[in-house]
């Protein structure tokens, strides 16, 4: 099992571009999340799904839009990066439950120019 | 708003034992939960508190006050491999996680 898993690992892009983040799980897992961490501030969360064909927004949600087509896939999109989005991205899921852990992606760095 | 403090950096010696304090500030709670992070890689579970009192694990032991929104992470035994960040985290009414900023534990030889 793969468990979560993230693509692309880096990227760089020039401000204005846009690309997307996939994050696909294999674990059956209905709660998705989409984190940032930057240096000095804890995680903060992005967009979530509760299911398949759900989303919702989090504590730091403009400039990015998701989808969840697929309950096994979490898309994270960047219309016009602008260098404030340069930041590690993880994506997370979990089961729904309140003493659920969360399990982490491997990440993906984004650096805009 | 919602607040979550832990110290910004530890040092350790191999072998002692380390204590990491996090104090919190949420609208509501339901549990708080460590996890570890290696430099470059992604945090992984250590443990989860919804109940005042001590939950052992190995060699990791996590405490939580409810009446003082404070919890700690005990670490025993420590070896080089535990040198990473630690971050506390709190679920709060709606049911999402608050994150600390996390604490980098540097252990030395």
């Known amino acids: 099992n793969a468990g979560v898993t993230q693509t692309p690992k880096f990227r760089v892009l020039k401000t204005g571009q846009s690309m997307t983040l996939l994050c696909a799980q294999d674990?059956?897992?209905?709660?998705m999340y989409w984190y940032r961490q930057d240096p000095g501030m804890g995680l903060r969360l992005i967009h979530y799904?509760?299911?398949?064909?759900?989303?919702a927004k989090g504590e730091v949600p403009d400039g990015y839009n998701v989808s969840r087509l697929k309950k096994q896939n979490f898309l994270l999109g960047l219309e016009s990066a602008a260098p404030s989005q340069t930041s590690v991205y993880f994506c997370?899921?979990?089961?729904?439950?309140?003493?659920?852990?969360?399990?982490f992606g491997p990440g993906t760095r984004l650096t805009v120019l | 708003g919602q607040n979550i403090d832990q110290p910004t950096e530890m040092t350790a010696t191999e072998g002692a034992i380390v204590q990491i304090n996090c104090t919190y500030q949420?609208?509501?709670?339901?549990?708080l939960f460590w996890y570890q992070q290696h430099a470059g890689e992604a945090p992984t579970f250590l443990s989860y508190?919804?109940l005042d009192g001590l939950e052992e694990k190995g060699r990791f032991s996590s405490f939580l006050s409810r009446s003082k929104g404070y919890s700690y992470l005990l670490l025993k035994e420590l070896q080089m491999k535990d040198s990473a960040s630690y971050l506390c985290?709190?679920?709060?009414?709606?049911?999402?996680?608050?994150w600390g900023a996390g604490t980098k534990l540097i252990i030395k030889p």
């Open positions: 997370a899921t979990d089961e729904g439950r309140e003493y659920n852990e969360q399990f």
């Open positions: 674990m059956n897992h209905e709660y």
């Open positions: 799904s509760v299911g398949e064909g759900t989303t």
């Open positions: 949420t609208s509501g709670f339901n549990g």
């Open positions: 508190n919804v």
């Open positions: 985290a709190v679920r709060d009414s709606n049911y999402q996680l608050i």
